[in-house]
């Protein structure tokens, strides 16, 4: 019967299952089989299992594929050939630890969701000189700058997603990787360019280009023409002030029939400062002309209070929304046309403020979204169950995988219904400054939960380890905002007890307390046998 199950229905059954229970239990039945768990993921290991597996487990099997932190690096090479591995993905890496990816010789795909330092010149040239490399994909929380006269080795690249400062650097880029055929980057600085020195790829037929206000659009325009070979172009221009020529309907039509094969457009542009209701009607209307329809390119203008508004494509082209649910307004162009308006939004972020509930609320629903974040700023009880009995009816509680909720004053008791219903969720964000009453509801039941976040002066008392366990039983990673670690120093011995599945517990510590707890740790002789980093108050615990 297993063996009827689609690769999809398999893995869902995965993500409830241990890594050593995956490669106990499925290994080598079949191929198929073996070819699902080929990858690994080290992050979701205890030191001391990760021992175990390094020495008796991992040596027997055919891993081609890892997830791993900055932590594991040295293991890895110790543990893996330089053929074996073929894909990497880090949740974190340290800057310093990069240099040791070129060891890895038959990497086809690279993912760094992090970096702990940023990227440097040399760190590029590492990936870029990695023979098989195919697709890479690096966080753009960091920006790449190459000199002027900086030489790029040739690339096999053909997938990247990458974080530049200027379009000088999108240049030299082009030069080094002549096979690209997926580009999504992120430019964020508008110095001077020419379109003359630019080389264009000649394969590239999917482009996401991400760019800040400061960058003037005359010379995008003319980088986008050059793309002949597009079939596929997202635009998206953040915090723009007053700057309508990113804007324009006439550019942009000029652009689309510029490109002769094209058959996917996305479009985002925040607008900002002293536009009103007068303008975003003008702006809408502008692009309601018979080219775009004629092409089913509709758009749709989001509008709050403090004039802020955005004008996109539906469907919403994003996969992060933001709205302000006491001040949000909504136009939409041929809505009687379009559906599912927000099926591409995965991550949702709510403020939610005001004394009154208001008159004008987003009618859309958000079908598929799976990170929510709330901001809740100080209001009425009333205002905030209105806004909860609101949230329930454009989302899916159900589907929620990870909840950050910020909030001055917190209260289990109002937001009990929600919690129960998130039956999925594997991240838990809580921050706030005061609690009403318990922490949380003992009859509450968050067994899902594998990643806890505390961000208050939490006084970490024998009760409070307690109701953690009992609500989150199986929490792997857990972090805290201490009021004071010397509370601490008399319960950790109980929390490592309770919450036995734990991996990693950071504390998050300030001023004097932090060389206070290194101080202490190194007195006690059960954390020295523990991978332990300190890093911008933050202590880490690698259980």
């Known amino acids: 019967m297993l063996e009827q199950f689609p690769n999809e229905l398999l893995l869902y059954l995965f993500d409830y299952l241990s890594p050593s229970d995956i490669f106990y239990s499925f290994s080598n039945l079949n191929l198929r089989l073996n070819s699902l768990i080929s990858c690994f993921d080290l992050t979701q290991m205890s030191r001391k299992s990760l021992s175990l597996w390094t020495q008796s487990i991992l040596p027997k099997y055919h891993i081609t594929s890892l997830i791993l932190s900055n932590k594991h690096l040295d293991l890895i090479l110790e543990l893996f050939h330089e053929d074996q591995l073929h894909s990497l993905i880090f949740t974190d890496l340290n800057f310093f630890q990069s240099s040791k990816l070129i060891y890895f010789k038959q990497l086809s795909y690279l993912s760094i969701q992090s970096m702990v330092a940023n990227y440097s010149d040399n760190m590029f040239k590492t990936l870029l000189s990695l023979p098989k490399l195919d697709q890479c994909y690096l966080s753009t929380t960091f920006e790449l700058n190459f000199s002027i006269n900086e030489l790029l080795p040739i690339s096999n690249i053909r997938y990247l997603t990458v974080c530049l400062v200027d379009l000088n650097c999108l240049s030299k880029l082009f030069l080094s990787i002549p096979h690209i055929k997926y580009l999504n980057v992120t430019i964020t600085s508008g110095y001077k360019w020419h379109t003359s020195s630019l080389i264009v790829p000649s394969n590239l037929k999917y482009l996401k280009l991400i760019l800040?206000?400061?960058?003037?659009?005359?010379?995008?325009e003319s980088l986008i023409k050059m793309f002949q070979k597009l079939i596929f172009l997202s635009?998206?221009?953040?915090?723009?002030?007053?700057?309508?020529?990113?804007?324009n309907n006439e550019k942009w039509q000029n652009i689309l029939k510029s490109l002769p094969i094209l058959k996917q457009f996305q479009f985002y542009c925040e607008l900002s400062?002293?536009?009103?209701?007068?303008?975003?009607?003008?702006?809408?209307?502008?692009?309601?002309?018979?080219?775009?329809?004629?092409?089913?390119?509709?758009?749709?203008?989001?509008?709050?209070?403090?004039?802020?508004?955005?004008?996109?494509?539906?469907?919403?082209?994003n996969k992060k929304a933001s709205i302000r649910w006491n001040s949000f307004k909504v136009q939409l162009t041929s809505l009687n046309r379009v559906r599912n308006v927000y099926d591409y939004v995965r991550f949702l972020k709510i403020t939610v403020s005001g004394k009154t509930i208001p008159q004008i609320v987003l009618?859309?629903?958000?079908?598929?979204?799976?990170?929510?974040?709330?901001?809740?700023?100080p209001i009425p009880v009333n205002i905030l169950v209105a806004f909860l009995q609101y949230l329930s009816t454009i989302i899916s509680y159900s589907k929620l995988k990870h909840l950050y909720l910020r909030t001055k004053y917190f209260s289990s008791s109002i937001?009990?219904?929600?919690?129960?219903?998130?039956?999925?969720?594997?991240?838990?964000?809580?921050?706030?400054?005061?609690?009403?009453?318990?922490?949380?509801?003992s009859d509450l039941n968050m067994r899902t939960v594998e990643t806890l976040i505390l961000r208050y002066y939490l006084s970490l008392t024998n009760d409070k380890i307690y109701d953690l366990s009992s609500i989150f039983p199986n929490v792997k990673f857990l972090s805290i905002e201490l009021e004071q670690i010397s509370l601490f120093m008399t319960t950790f011995d109980l929390l490592f007890e309770k919450l036995k599945n734990l991996v990693q517990f950071n504390l998050i510590l300030y001023g004097e307390q932090q060389s206070q707890s290194a101080e202490w740790l190194q007195t006690i002789p059960m954390f020295q046998k523990y991978y332990i980093t300190t890093n911008r108050g933050r202590l880490s615990v690698w259980v």
Do not use: G, W
């Open 212 to 220: 800040n206000d400061t960058i003037s659009f005359d010379p995008i």
């Open 235 to 247: 635009y998206s221009s953040e915090n723009c002030r007053q700057n309508e020529s990113h804007i």
């Open 273 to 317: 400062d002293r536009f009103d209701i007068v303008d975003a009607n003008r702006i809408l209307s502008s692009f309601q002309i018979d080219y775009f329809i004629k092409n089913k390119i509709y758009f749709a203008v989001l509008m709050d209070n403090t004039s802020h508004f955005i004008l996109h494509t539906i469907p919403y082209p």
């Open 363 to 377: 009618p859309q629903k958000y079908p598929n979204v799976d990170s929510l974040e709330l901001n809740v700023t």
């Open 415 to 441: 937001f009990h219904e929600m919690f129960s219903q998130c039956q999925q969720l594997k991240t838990f964000n809580l921050a706030f400054n005061d609690v009403k009453n318990k922490l949380f509801s």
